[in-house]
Nanobody, 120 residues
Framework: QVQLVESGGGLVQAGGSLRLSCAFS????????MGWFRQAPGKERDFVAF????????NYADSVKGRFTISRDNAKNTVYLQMNSLKPEDTAVYYC?????????????WGQGTQVTVSS
């Protein structure tokens, strides 16, 4: 059974930083493209960042480009999202995803989500 568990969320002031982690188990993480999505209350789930299975390719939503960095450590079965210069509009539940389809906002596997709240 594939399982993704996010951690690292919390409350931070605008301009601060958080690092989210996604622990992957049940399969070999190196077989999967990975991504991060987020969903604010009453809003659609939005794409945040993508990283290919090898780490050789990344993509970011325009809203986070230059502030967020996605990375992976396949030896640790973990994907990370470093979030810097956080803004109140970054407040959302952040979800880790395996085998994401970015245009469709879909994935084969999802984590349970971790709350990120950015105060002004």
């Amino acid at each position: 059974q594939v399982q993704l568990v996010e951690s690292g969320g919390g409350l931070v002031q605008a301009g601060g930083s958080l690092r989210l982690s996604c622990a992957f188990s049940g399969r070999t993480i190196s077989s999967y493209d990975m991504g991060w999505f987020r969903q604010a209350p009453g809003k659609e789930r939005d794409f945040v960042a993508f990283i290919s299975w090898s780490g050789g390719s990344t993509n970011y939503a325009d809203s986070v480009k230059g502030r967020f960095t996605i990375s992976r450590d396949n030896a640790k079965n973990t994907v990370y999202l470093q979030m810097n210069s956080l803004k109140p509009e970054d407040t959302a539940v952040y979800y880790c995803a395996a085998d994401p389809n970015i245009p469709l906002g879909e994935a084969n596997y999802w984590g349970q989500g971790t709350q990120v709240t950015v105060s002004s």
